[in-house]
Antibody, heavy 121, light 109 residues
Framework: QVQVQESGPGLVKPSETLSLTCTVS????????WSWIRQPAGKGLEWIGR???????KYNPSLKSRAAMSLDTSKNQFFLHLTSVTAADTAVYYC???????????????WGLGTLVTVSS | QSVLTQPPSTSGTPGQRVTISCSGS????????VTWYQQLPGTAPKLLIY???QRPSGVPDRFSGSKSGTSASLAISGLQSEDEAHYYC??????????FGGGTQLTVL
């Protein structure tokens, strides 16, 4: 049974880069897209973007090119880097397995437990 | 403000049937499948419905999804206290962007 878990610093200073790791266990990363999603406290979900091992990547346009993702299948890890962060980037960040590479419908399952990132000086 | 519109809240009594709506447009719900997620208090979201009306294994058949045009609905029959949660619809947009609804808080009275 596939499981995903987020990790990274809980506190990032304004204007710096937020870097998170998603570790996948129980399945190969090669056949799926992998996504990052975030949720500010008391608010809804926002899809950040997704990546496949082939290099195929999609990002939410609202992030204005601040997001970058990478993937290391040898370590079963998936990464998010978000540059020039502000207080508005404070949120719980989730990683999730996205659809199969050859699939034709969008689904996120399973999700990690999430990691809280606070942007503050 | 989310592109997919859900009512902020709804409520029902145990045993009742409730529905949650999700309104989009021709570029998302109108041309792609809809997914629903359940988020219990203090936990991560969990896949509830995928491909508009399919339930993953382990999800009770009390939960069902449907779509008509550019709107989708989640129905919960035989409401139980443990169904109290936030529910989010989601759909892929043809602009190559994943979209979530703003979420609906379901209260079981």
């Amino acid at each position: 049974q596939v499981q995903v878990q987020e990790s990274g610093p809980g506190l990032v200073k304004p204007s710096e880069t937020l870097s998170l790791t998603c570790t996948v266990s129980g399945d190969s990363m090669a056949d799926y897209y992998w996504s990052w999603i975030r949720q500010p406290a008391g608010k809804g979900l926002e899809w950040i973007g997704r990546m496949h091992n082939s290099g195929s990547t999609k990002y939410n346009p609202s992030l204005k090119s601040r997001a970058a993702m990478s993937l290391d299948t040898s370590k079963n890890q998936f990464f998010l880097h978000l540059t020039s962060v502000t207080a508005a980037d404070t949120a719980v960040y989730y990683c999730a397995r996205d659809r199969p590479f050859s699939g034709d419908y969008w689904r996120l399952d399973p999700w990690g437990l999430g990691t809280l990132v606070t942007v503050s000086s | 403000q989310s592109v997919l519109t859900q009512p902020p809240s709804t409520s029902g009594t145990p045993g009742q049937r409730v529905t949650i709506s999700c309104s989009g447009s021709s570029s998302n719900i109108g041309s792609n499948t809809v997914t629903w997620y359940q988020q219990l208090p203090g936990t991560a979201p969990k896949l509830l419905i995928y491909k508009t009306n399919q339930r993953p294994s382990g999800v009770p058949d009390r939960f069902s999804g449907s779509k008509s045009g550019t709107s989708a609905s989640l129905a919960i029959s035989g409401l139980q206290s443990e169904d109290e949660a936030h529910y989010y619809c989601a759909a892929w947009d043809n602009s190559l962007n994943g979209l979530f609804g703003g979420g609906t808080q379901l209260t079981v009275l």
